[in-house]
């Protein structure tokens, strides 16, 4: 049953190569094709998942490359993380595809967006299933491509086209880290196998940085703090590609390759210390700009920045299975927060949460089940979010650093903040819509409360009453499984007062006075935007103009001005020929008289 | 005395097909016919040249020496002539008198090169040079009412009659030396001596002079760009490519044959001159507009390049020969298409559009260019690579870089040349006819130049035979 | 007695006055008498040294009568190019010749 | 088959001259008789690719007579793993190039002709083993690509013809040098690559050192490296289309081509010394070349700078002086010919259309040509090294061959490639996304077109997912060239 | 006796010679040179080469000279004896001249034709010339017969006008 694991990657290719090839003639019936893949690709999916539980193994496929003498074979890898990750993405992936028949059925250019989606899942089921570093590259490289294509997706606008290079290229920025991380290991004579990534050979300076350079390509991926610029920009693309890629599969890449790769982590502490720091700026820094945006995609955007930043706080604090469960349920509520989003989109054609309100009464499915989305991010008792989150509380105390969890209560007092002020303004209070709004179709509301229930249902995985199932199936090394009830306690309260908070800011727009420069760096995003258009941008445009100028003037000259000599001597030697005869035989004469005195001179020396 | 008249039998019948031909041209025979004879007279003295010869023997008490190196030069000058006169007559002259007279003197002219090359005696060498000197000032000041002929005619003879006068004083002075003007007992006293005293370097340079002057190497090289471009065209084609030889035959006769004076200060200073002849050559040749004194200039680089090869020892003599045979195929079909596609008028923009006007004529006169450049496939490029191997074996590095670069130089002008016919747009569209004789003599030199460069074996082993 | 040095000196001074001659006359005819002057130079050369190397052969003599002959056809041909060209350009000088230069 | 070898490179030849008899207007004909003397060869060097057995890295096929015996000058051919891959890129590119030349209407057989030659010289070149007839093909290659930039080219069309020319020749004079010195200091006097490269390995280094100087400078302009590389963009921008793809497809080729036959065996101890300075340059190729490349608004211009820093893969993994690397170098070299031959047979696609190349004109023609927007994004992912594409696959190999002998150079050369990255999907933002600007309403694709890319598509798509189809043919013959080291 | 008459006879040569150079009209430098050159029988005559003393009287003074005066009337334009004769490059002309003659001088006094006296008896007699012209020197007794009918041709060629 194992053994058609990579069929799983392959049928949404297939699909792709359809709507490529076919696209204008299929039409609407596109959609099924590539809906019915990944439909496909489910059920495979939980074919695995069982077969993985009655003992199925990784098996290997064919040879590819052999470099520095070592083979490269790609294999397909089966344990508890990939298929957790395969059901999340298949899951999720169909939803969304479901969602977007509804979302983007007036589009002209409708086949080819469900051909760049199923591309977009071969490659990151490709890159779920890889059991190599090289193989994870290359299906890594085809999720960063089909993001900047599906980003770009409605390239009439400046603005998406330009979005989408940027995710690109920053993306690729990160993968060229994670490219030197395998060259220093290929260079050492490793194989790439995940299987024996813990003993990897070498001297220990040598790998640790390409454990920090590994990170590095996470780091592009899953939009942390120095590579995270692209992420909000990305929101130009259709809504439920942002719900797809920026929320729930591509941007966990990073912190799968990190939870892959743990056991080689762990060996290098140095490289897990950094992820932990890394992660810790994220989340505060992405919290805080949330807290003052106004556009509700883009609060989600850095919502999941920061989600993610709290994901690498817990693995970099010894926390696998708070990690890998936080995944697991941010994938779901962002999904279904990304989702809801856009169906208010969708009726209010406004993105920005100032211009809405009292959507509750005229949107009753979507706002209720966003506000089911909103109260698991905040971390809420019986919602997903809360269990998983509780998992971090629990890993980031027993990792003892106080710093770590004071960002990570500050994170979520943020976080609860954010979605609570995004909630009343959006859906409470009055209605400042001009139009009236009516509710989105079934085929848009139906994965909206799929994704709701488990939003709300897939927390309790982990809860002491399923005894520990989700701890069990990851197998993880840490002992810390019941309920820390004390633990869980503060967690609620942090939460429950960042909306209080919220509440009092909005409904009873209560002014506080502090930190008001810390308010303007946070509208201002940093200025991390415009830093990197100083630093690397501009300075990279003029060495191009410079270097062309170089180019043109100074070595293609020098070439025209060697063909310019030649022909001036040339005219020179031709002038000497001036008709006249007694010169000719003055030279004549002279020619004679140099031969003598040359000769002489030199055989018999007379001279 | 049977065998000395066999031995030059084929002067003999030169001599007298060219008084018959007088005779014909007096009683008004038209210039095919008259060109026929000259062809007639030239194959029948080609027939009787194995006759006489066997290699060992001297005839006329010394005064010729028929080695295997003369036998091979004079079968060189005959093919030369063959094809002068299949120029002259495919060419189109402005007016039709003196033929008679203008083939006489080509054969006469040949008659003297074959007996100069042969020659073991310093006074018949003079002689024949003289001879041919003054029958050369006639052709080329041959267009009696062109002021540009009379002009190249008269500039010839200044200069040359300097050029003989210097080597007559040098011959003398030599004469002065051994008490003799045979060769072969010069060379025997010579390496039996070997004291070098300076007046043989004094009587060595004056006798250089003279032979230099008529291979056109650098500093008597002057008369050649104003001779050629005044003489008319089949006289400028037969000067570059006859008497040329033979200057270089006669050095190698007189200077590089005896090892005496090879181990002297000689070859480097030859290798010199080779530099300064080639870079002259090519360089005044970089910004012509006229293409007479563009192939005058050029074929004084190709000089430049075959004296290259003299410079450097055994295998560049062989290199050397081997680079004017094909000098010969190459330069006559190259001036030859120049004057077939436009007799009168020679600056270059007369060439425009020629690959359309003369699709053939501009094919065979590219394909000359290119050989003399030295293009791989063709006979030009095997010869200038065996004149750089010799110049590498004998470690002169200096002389083949200079080869090479003057290679580069070269290729500009030629290029220039082929540019001009194949990119520019011609100024009148009507077609440029070629006479029969022409296309004869263009394919005989095409086919020479495509088969020594495809398969030069034959060439080669007789060159190693001669200087064996 | 007359040592060989003096009669080659004098050809040698003979030449050497041809060749002045030679290098420095604008008209064409005198350039001719210069190139006469030279060959006489010769040729007291050549009948010098055959007196002196013992009168076995007269290679010397026989060279100089031949010298002699191709002066004459040399000097014949020079003057009908110097005429020829004179007829058609009405001038002498050496130095208005330069239609074919450069 | 005993003279494959001979037929492949004669038969162009043979197609010139049945051409020349073909009176000039009957164009069409003439267009038949070309295209089927074109698949002719390509159907040869296929029957060549199958009959080629993988497991024997040494010379196959070998033909070898004496030519001109006392100079010892042999005519010597034969084909190995280095050569194959570039043979059959040359056959494709001649036979595609021969099909996107209907857009040639002037003097067309004319222009036939000298095609041929051109094809005859380049595969010469590639299957020559005696230094003189290498050094004799390589030089029939410029008269025919002079004349085709200077007859049929772009408006400054003598200009960049001149310059080609005298690039190229300067350098090979040079090498024909290089090639007399190494016959007079090699031990058995010979010509013959294989024998000289037995004898030259003793030679002192500072000797090796100045020969290889000689032969590199010729290689290096035709590469191009850094300072020797003014004319490709001028060569590129003044060249008809297919005249281009010929150009960059198999012209750069010949350089490194020229490295690894002949540089690498004959001077194994210049090649290790000189081996980081190789390595610099190619890094400096590599960032100069899109930095420049960049900067141009002429996409023929771009995509020619392009090459540059493409080809500074290929001299990363040759100074490697490992097995990857010169595998990397090797499939580089092909991966480049396939790719960005291609990329200019779009670029014609849209100069037959819209007569400028300034990427300014045009905006948005993903929406006006929806098939020729998806072969240009996809060509140029390839070009810009996406992995599962074949331009990864070769980049990959040379940056690990390169990691393990230099590991700076290498760092460099990855961040160099962001460079690329940046360059490519700049070009696509600007040509393809944004709105369409007025008066861009051509026609898409035709299907000649069509027909013409997809073979490039279907082998770049093919070495990205199996690159062993390529690489078995080299890698005996490359275990064999590292072992001389 | 005979030396004393040798020397006259070559001074005199020597001043004719540069008189028929330097003098400024082209007539008197004609009987300069036809001075010289009977100067130059005399030496001949002292070198007991007495054949070739009347040659050179008949050949040259009689024939040669004779074509020059023929020559300078034809060309020469009646008292034009103020246009400059000198070339520009006189000045070269004359320092390369006189540095070879010097190189002359300075091999010629380096040689040992110096002490070279005049052997015991006569020179070549008048029959001996005329076996050598006949047997060794046969060819070129024929050949210089061609020469002077190829310059004979030429000089009609080339000085004939069209009817």
Same mark, same amino acid.
Do not use: C
């Given at each position: 049953m194992v053994k058609l694991a990579h069929w799983i990657s392959v049928l949404p290719f297939m699909a792709f190569w359809l709507n490529i090839m076919f696209g204008r003639k299929l039409g609407k019936l596109s959609a099924f094709i590539s809906v019915g893949t990944s439909v496909m690709a489910a059920l495979l999916a939980v074919l695995v998942c069982m077969g993985f539980m009655a003992g199925g193994s990784s098996y290997a496929l064919t040879g590819w490359l052999t470099v520095n003498g070592q083979p490269i074979t790609l294999g397909i890898i089966i344990d508890s993380l990939t298929v957790m990750m395969l059901l999340v993405v298949t899951i999720v992936g169909t939803l969304i595809q479901i969602y977007s028949i509804g979302y983007m059925s007036?589009?002209?250019?409708y086949s080819r967006f469900f051909a760049y989606i199923s591309l977009f899942m071969a490659s990151m089921l490709g890159l779920l299933l890889a059991d190599n570093l090289l193989l994870l590259y290359i299906f890594w490289e085809g999720v960063g491509l089909c993001s900047c294509l599906l980003v770009a997706f409605?390239?009439?606008k400046p603005a998406a086209a330009a979005a989408g290079v940027k995710a690109f290229v920053t993306t690729r920025v990160g993968d060229t880290g994670l490219l030197l991380g395998i060259l220093i290991l290929l260079s050492l004579g490793n194989t790439l196998h995940f299987a024996d990534m813990a003993s990897v050979k070498g001297p220990e300076s040598l790998v640790a940085l390409a454990a920090v350079l590994i990170f590095l390509g996470a780091m592009g991926k899953s939009a942390?703090?120095?590579?995270?610029?692209w992420l909000p920009d990305?929101?130009?693309?259709?809504t439920a590609v942002s719900a797809l890629i920026?929320?729930?599969t591509m941007v966990a890449a990073g912190v799968y390759l990190v939870a892959r790769l743990y056991g080689f982590f762990l060996a290098h502490p140095l490289a897990l210390q950094m992820v932990a720091c890394v992660g810790m700026i994220s989340a505060l820094m992405a919290a805080s700009i949330a807290c003052v945006t106004n556009d509700i995609k883009r609060i989600l955007a850095y919502s999941t920045i920061s989600q993610l930043g709290l994901m690498m706080l817990a693995l970099g604090t010894g926390g696998y299975t708070g990690g890998t469960f936080h995944l697991m349920t941010h994938a779901f509520f962002k999904a279904l927060l990304f989702l809801g989003a856009g169906s208010v989109i969708h009726a209010?054609?406004?993105?920005d949460i100032r211009a809405m309100g009292g959507l509750f009464t005229k949107m009753k499915m979507t706002s209720v089940t966003f506000i089911i989305g909103a109260l698991a991010l905040a971390g809420?008792?019986?919602?997903?979010g809360f269990w998983s989150k509780d998992e971090i509380f629990c890993a980031v105390w027993h990792h003892g650093n106080m710093w770590f969890f004071a960002a990570l209560i500050a994170t979520s007092f943020m976080t609860a903040f954010y979605m609570a002020r995004l909630v009343l303004l959006a859906?409470?209070?009055?209605?400042?819509?001009e139009k009236d709004v009516h509710e989105s179709p079934l085929v848009m509301t139906g994965p909206l409360v799929v994704l709701a229930a488990f939003s709300a249902g897939l927390g309790l995985l982990g809860s002491p009453w399923c005894h520990g199932a989700f701890q069990h199936f990851i197998q993880?090394?840490?002992?810390?499984?019941?309920?820390?009830v004390p633990m869980a306690i503060c967690s609620t309260m942090v939460s429950l007062s960042g909306i209080m908070g919220a509440y009092m800011i909005v409904v009873?727009?209560?002014?506080?006075?502090?930190w008001t420069w810390l308010k303007k760096m946070a509208v201002n995003k940093y200025y991390v935007d415009e830093l990197y258009e100083v630093v690397f941008v501009r300075p990279f445009q003029r060495i191009c103009v410079v270097s062309a100028v170089f180019d043109g003037a100074c070595i293609d000259r020098a070439v025209n001005d060697v063909g310019r000599v030649v022909g001036a001597c040339g005219q020179a030697v031709r002038r000497?020929?001036?008709?006249m005869i007694d010169r000719y035989l003055l030279v004549q004469a002279g020619g004679v008289l140099m031969l003598l005195v040359f000769i002489l001179g030199k055989v018999c020396r007379i001279f | 005395m049977t065998h000395d008249i066999l031995f030059i039998l084929p002067e003999v019948v030169l001599a007298a097909g060219a008084l018959f031909i007088l005779v014909c041209g007096v009683f008004g025979c038209r210039r095919w016919l008259l060109g026929f004879l000259a062809l007639a007279s030239l194959t029948l003295a080609f027939f009787v040249?194995?006759?006489?010869?066997?290699?060992a023997s001297s005839a006329f008490s010394g005064m010729l020496m028929g080695d295997a190196f003369g036998f091979a030069m004079r079968i060189f000058f005959l093919v030369a002539t063959v094809l002068a006169v299949l120029l002259s007559m495919g060419y189109r002259w402005q !007016?039709?008198?003196d033929a008679g007279e203008y083939f006489f003197f080509l054969l006469v002219a040949t008659a003297c090169m074959m007996l100069a090359v042969s020659s073991g005696n310093l006074m018949m060498l003079y002689l024949s040079v003289e001879m041919l000197s003054i029958v050369s000032y006639v052709l080329a000041g041959f267009?009696?009412?062109?002021i540009y002929s009379t002009e190249a005619g008269l500039k010839y003879f200044l200069f040359g009659a300097l050029s003989t006068g210097l080597m007559l004083y040098g011959i003398t002075l030599v004469y002065g030396l051994f008490?003799?003007?045979?060769l072969a007992d010069i060379n025997a006293r010579l390496a039996l001596s070997g004291v070098y005293a300076p007046t043989l370097i004094l009587a060595a340079v004056l006798v250089f002079a003279g032979l230099a002057f008529k291979a056109s190497i650098v500093p008597f090289h002057m008369w050649v760009a104003d001779v050629y471009d005044g003489a008319p065209w089949p006289v400028a084609a037969f000067f570059s490519v006859a008497p040329k030889a033979l200057g270089f035959a006669l050095l190698v006769r007189v200077f590089?044959?005896?090892s005496a004076l090879m181990h002297s200060g000689w070859p480097g200073i030859t290798a010199v001159l080779a530099i300064l002849t080639m870079t002259i050559g090519n360089l005044s040749a970089?910004?012509? !507009?006229n293409v007479k004194r563009l192939l005058a200039f050029s074929s004084v680089g190709q000089a430049g390049y075959i004296l290259a090869g003299l410079a450097t020892g055994l295998l560049g003599l062989q290199a050397a020969f081997f680079y004017m045979i094909i000098y010969v195929f190459m330069n006559m079909g190259a001036f030859a298409s120049a004057a077939l596609l436009s007799p009168n008028r020679m600056d270059l923009?007369?060439?425009?559009g020629m690959g359309q006007r003369a699709p053939w004529g501009a094919m065979f006169f590219t394909m000359f260019l290119l050989s003399l450049a030295g293009?791989?496939?063709?006979a030009g490029f095997l010869a200038k690579f065996l004149v750089i191997r010799a110049a590498v074996e004998g470690h002169y590095f200096w002389l083949a870089a200079a080869v090479v670069l003057n290679s580069v130089i070269a290729f500009f002008y030629y290029l220039k040349v082929i540019k001009i016919m194949y990119m520019d747009k011609p100024a009148s569209v009507k077609e440029v006819a070629i006479s029969r004789d022409g296309y004869l003599l263009l394919a005989i030199s095409c086919a020479a130049v495509i088969g020594f460069g495809l398969w030069p074996k034959p060439l080669l082993d007789i060159l190693a035979v001669i200087f064996a | 007695m007359i040592p060989l040095g003096h009669y080659v000196l004098l050809s040698a001074f003979l030449f050497c006055v041809g060749l002045f001659g030679v290098l420095t006359q604008r008209n064409a005819i005198r350039f001719l008498i210069s190139i006469e002057i030279m060959l006489n130079g010769a040729n007291i050369n050549l009948v010098a040294f055959n007196r002196y190397f013992?009168?076995?052969?007269a290679t010397g003599q026989v060279f100089a009568l031949f010298v002699i002959g191709v002066a004459a056809a040399a000097s014949v041909v020079g003057l009908v190019l110097v005429i020829a060209v004179y007829r058609l350009r009405k001038s002498v000088f050496i130095d208005d010749f330069n239609l074919l230069k450069w | 088959m005993p003279h494959i070898l001979s037929t492949i490179i004669f038969l162009p030849l043979l197609g010139a001259l049945v051409l020349a008899v073909i009176?000039?207007?009957?164009e069409a004909l003439i267009r038949f008789t070309a295209a089927a003397f074109n698949a002719a060869v390509l159907g040869c060097v296929g029957a060549l690719c199958v009959l080629?057995?993988?497991?024997?890295g040494g010379m196959q096929f070998a033909e070898d007579h004496s030519w001109i015996g006392q100079v010892g000058i042999r005519y010597s051919l034969g084909v190995d793993g280095v050569s194959l891959a570039l043979v059959f890129l040359t056959a494709l590119l001649g036979f595609l190039a021969c099909l996107a030349?209907?857009?040639?209407?002037?003097?067309v057989k004319g222009y036939f002709i000298v095609f041929q030659i051109l094809m005859t010289g380049m595969l010469g070149t590639f299957l020559a083993l005696d230094l003189v007839l290498f050094y004799m093909f390589w030089e029939t290659v410029l008269i025919p690509m002079f004349f085709l930039i200077g007859i049929?080219?772009?408006?400054r069309r003598e200009y960049a013809a001149w310059k080609f020319f005298f690039y190229t020749l300067a350098g090979s004079l040079i090498m024909l040098l290089g090639i007399v010195a190494v016959y007079f200091w090699?031990?058995?006097?010979?010509?013959s690559m294989i024998t000289l490269a037995r004898s030259?390995?003793?030679?002192s280094p500072v000797v090796q050192g100045a020969l290889f100087g000689a032969f590199f400078l010729a290689f290096a302009i035709k590469i191009p490296v850094f300072p020797f590389h003014t004319w490709l963009p001028d060569a590129h921008v003044e060249a008809p289309t297919p005249v281009s793809v010929i150009l960059a497809g198999v012209l750069l080729k010949m350089g490194t081509y020229g490295l690894l036959r002949i540089c690498v065996p004959l001077f194994p101890a210049a090649m290790t010394m000189l081996a980081l300075p190789l390595g610099i340059l190619g890094v400096i190729n590599l960032v100069y070349g899109a930095c420049v490349a960049f900067a141009q608004t002429d996409i023929k211009k771009m995509i020619a700078y392009s090459s540059v820093s493409h080809m500074g893969f290929v001299l990363l993994g040759v100074a490697a002086m490992n097995s990857t690397g010169f595998n990397g170098s090797l499939l580089e070299m092909f991966n480049h010919g396939i790719i960005t031959g291609a990329m200019f047979l779009l670029v014609g696609v849209v100069y037959e259309r819209a007569?400028?190349?300034?990427?300014?004109?045009?905006?948005?023609l993903a929406s006006v040509m929806p098939r020729y927007a998806f072969f240009l994004t996809f060509m140029a992912l390839a070009s810009l090294g996406?992995?599962?594409?074949s331009g990864f696959v070769g980049e990959f190999l040379s940056l690990a061959g390169v990691f393990v002998a230099f590991p700076s150079v290498a760092i460099a050369g990855a961040v160099g490639l962001i460079a690329l990255v940046v360059l490519f999907l700049v070009m696509i933002k600007k040509m393809l996304w944004g709105s369409p600007g007025k008066g861009v309403s051509w026609p898409d694709m035709g299907l000649k077109e069509v027909c013409i890319i997809l073979p490039l598509v279907v082998i770049t798509l093919a070495v990205g997912f199996y690159p062993d189809s390529v690489l078995q043919y080299q890698k005996h013959t490359i275990d064999i060239l590292v072992k001389l080291l | 006796m005979t030396e004393t008459v040798f020397y006259i006879i070559a001074v005199s040569l020597c001043v004719f010679a540069v008189l028929s150079v330097t003098v400024k009209d082209v007539f008197h430098s004609a009987v300069w040179l036809a001075l010289a050159l009977l100067s130059v029988a005399g030496i001949f005559l002292s070198l007991d080469a007495a054949f070739l003393g009347v040659i050179q009287v008949l050949?040259?003074?009689?024939g040669i000279m004779t074509l020059f005066i023929f020559a300078i009337k034809l060309t020469a334009r009646i008292g034009?004896?103020?246009?400059?004769?000198?070339?520009?490059q006189s000045v070269c002309g004359g320092i390369v001249s006189a540095g070879i003659f010097g190189v002359f001088l300075i091999i010629i006094y380096a040689n040992?034709?110096?002490?070279?006296m005049l052997p015991p008896g006569q020179g070549i007699g008048l029959n001996g010339l005329g076996k050598a012209l006949l047997t060794t020197y046969a060819l070129p007794f024929e050949f210089i017969s061609v020469l002077l009918l190829a310059a004979l041709v030429g000089a009609i060629v080339i000085g004939k006008v069209k009817q």
């Open positions: 007036g589009d002209p250019r409605w390239y009439e942390q703090f120095p590579l995270h610029t990305a929101m130009e693309g259709p920026h929320a729930a209010a054609h406004t993105q809420i008792m019986p919602f997903s859906f409470f209070g009055a209605s400042r819509l993880a090394k840490d002992e810390a499984i019941g309920l820390n009873r727009n209560v002014k506080f006075p502090t000497i020929q001036t008709g | 040249l194995p006759g006489g010869s066997n290699t !007016d039709d008198d267009l009696k009412r062109d008490g003799t003007l045979n590089f044959g005896s970089f910004h012509q !507009d923009a007369a060439y425009k293009l791989p496939p063709l | 013992g009168a076995s052969d | 009176p000039a207007r009957r080629f057995n993988h497991q024997n030349s209907d857009r040639i209407r002037t003097k049929w080219g772009g408006p090699a031990e058995p006097h010979s010509f030259t390995a003793s030679l007569h400028t190349r300034e990427i300014g004109a045009f905006g948005g996406l992995p599962g594409l | 050949v040259y003074v009689g034009d004896r103020s246009i400059r004769q000198v070339s520009q040992q034709w110096n002490d070279m």
